[in-house]
């Protein structure tokens, strides 16, 4: 049976992702998830070719998926159905590019507003505890540590933070070099207390995990290979249950958090930007409305004139006060 056009060229389009983009194979499956999906829904409107597709069909999709529910019942939140309309309005304009559309049936489609969900920050007394979490006398411990600190210490991605070889580091001149979304490179500083856990690390812990199957790799888990995603996530998941951290900590929580209280001390926006690799300041910009939120509860909390207290219960009288002075008779 001769596959259809559609998902001939949704496949194409995938390699386009992999190999001229250079998109890690975590985006690529999350938008062939959605891609898959959306020829799924293209072929049972008889349609077979993205040249075919119409706007009326584009619609359908994003009305398809924001009555849809996953498996638990759970309705599709709308950032789902957002991500999915991306990965299709990007595929239907990598068609127009390579000259196989003349149109994008995407064009005219709204796109579902999201609910504004400002990132949770852990307090600085919370990562001072996950820090010190890690049993220092075990490998693993002193390898977690380095994690932690270079996380918090330098507004990792968890994806860079795994990529990571040993070559990145310049510990000597307290830096790090990563390669961030679409490859492109920047080099971070490192604070002193990632420079020592990330020494510790190298000389005492790493030769214990190393096999042959290493290479370069920074972090390693227990085998000798290099540590996964989910591995990372395991570790925070039990540095939180030591430290007894009761809400969810992930890689990207520890990344809010570095964001977050840099501005709290004083960080230029533009320069937050420049250390988390974000291509546009307005991405940034969502820490901002965290450390003013911050700032009100302080200012709520400690300014003498910041509540308003009942009528009747000021001190000094009890009747109300004039803004005159009262003249001698």
Same mark, same amino acid.
């Given at each position: 049976?001769? !596959?259809?056009?559609?998902?001939?060229?949704?496949?194409?389009?995938?390699?386009?992702? !992999?190999?001229?983009?250079?998109?890690?194979?975590? !985006?690529?499956?999350?938008?062939?998830?959605?891609?898959?999906?959306?020829?799924?829904?293209?072929?049972?409107?008889?349609?077979?070719?993205?040249?075919?597709?119409?706007? +009326?069909?584009?619609?359908?999709?994003?009305?398809?998926?924001?009555?849809?529910?996953?498996?638990? *019942?759970?309705?599709?939140?709308?950032?789902? $159905?957002?991500?999915?309309?991306?990965? $299709?309005?990007? %595929?239907?304009?990598? $068609?127009?590019?390579?000259?196989?559309?003349?149109?994008?049936?995407?064009?005219?489609?709204?796109?579902?507003?999201?609910?504004?969900?400002?990132? &949770?920050?852990?307090?600085?007394?919370?990562?001072?505890?996950?820090?010190?979490?890690?049993?220092?006398?075990?490998?693993?411990?002193?390898?977690?540590? +380095?994690?932690?600190?270079?996380?918090?210490?330098?507004?990792?991605?968890?994806?860079?933070?795994?990529?990571?070889?040993?070559?990145?580091?310049?510990?000597?001149?307290?830096?790090?070099?990563? %390669?961030?979304?679409?490859?492109?490179?920047?080099?971070?500083?490192?604070?002193?207390?990632?420079?020592? +856990?990330?020494?510790?690390?190298?000389?005492?812990?790493?030769?214990?995990?190393?096999?042959?199957?290493?290479?370069?790799?920074? %972090?390693?888990?227990?085998?000798?290979?290099?540590?996964?995603?989910?591995?990372?996530?395991?570790?925070?998941?039990?540095?939180?249950?030591?430290?007894?951290?009761?809400?969810?900590?992930?890689?990207?929580?520890?990344?809010?958090?570095?964001?977050?209280?840099?501005?709290?001390?004083?960080?230029?926006?533009?320069?937050?930007?420049?250390?988390?690799?974000?291509?546009?300041?307005?991405?940034?910009?969502?820490?901002?409305?965290?450390?003013?939120?911050?700032?009100?509860?302080?200012?709520?909390?400690?300014?003498?004139?910041?509540? &308003?207290?009942?009528?009747?219960?000021?001190?000094?009288?009890? *009747?109300?006060? !004039?803004?005159?002075?009262?003249?001698? *008779?």
């Amino acid at each position: 049976m001769t !596959t259809p056009v559609l998902q001939r060229q949704v496949h194409a389009y995938l390699d386009h992702l !992999t190999v001229e983009r250079g998109l890690s194979s975590h !985006t690529v499956a999350a938008y062939r998830r959605d891609l898959v999906r959306y020829t799924t829904h293209c072929e049972a409107r008889e349609v077979r070719d993205a040249r075919s597709v119409t706007d +009326a069909d584009v619609a359908a999709f994003v009305a398809e998926l924001s009555a849809a529910t996953h498996h638990d *019942g759970e309705p599709y939140r709308a950032s789902s $159905v957002v991500r999915a309309l991306s990965a $299709v309005r990007a %595929f239907h304009r990598w $068609v127009m590019a390579e000259g196989d559309a003349d149109r994008d049936p995407t064009g005219g489609i709204v796109r579902p507003k999201l609910p504004r969900r400002l990132p &949770r920050p852990l307090s600085v007394e919370d990562v001072a505890a996950l820090l010190e979490a890690p049993d220092p006398v075990a490998a693993a411990g002193r390898r977690d540590r +380095a994690i932690i600190e270079l996380l918090y210490g330098a507004g990792l991605r968890v994806s860079e933070l795994v990529a990571l070889d040993v070559d990145d580091l310049d510990l000597d001149d307290a830096g790090v070099r990563v %390669f961030g979304k679409g490859g492109k490179e920047r080099d971070l500083p490192l604070g002193g207390f990632a420079v020592d +856990a990330l020494h510790a690390y190298l000389a005492t812990a790493r030769p214990e995990f190393a096999t042959a199957r290493s290479r370069s790799a920074l %972090f390693l888990n227990v085998r000798g290979g290099r540590l996964t995603r989910q591995g990372v996530t395991n570790v925070l998941h039990a540095a939180a249950r030591r430290a007894g951290i009761r809400r969810a900590v992930s890689p990207h929580v520890l990344r809010h958090s570095f964001a977050t209280h840099l501005l709290e001390g004083g960080a230029d926006v533009r320069v937050v930007q420049e250390l988390l690799g974000h291509a546009s300041v307005a991405t940034t910009q969502v820490y901002t409305l965290i450390t003013k939120e911050h700032l009100l509860e302080v200012y709520a909390t400690s300014h003498p004139r910041a509540r &308003r207290t009942p009528e009747g219960s000021r001190s000094g009288g009890s *009747g109300p006060r !004039t803004r005159g002075r009262s003249r001698a *008779g």
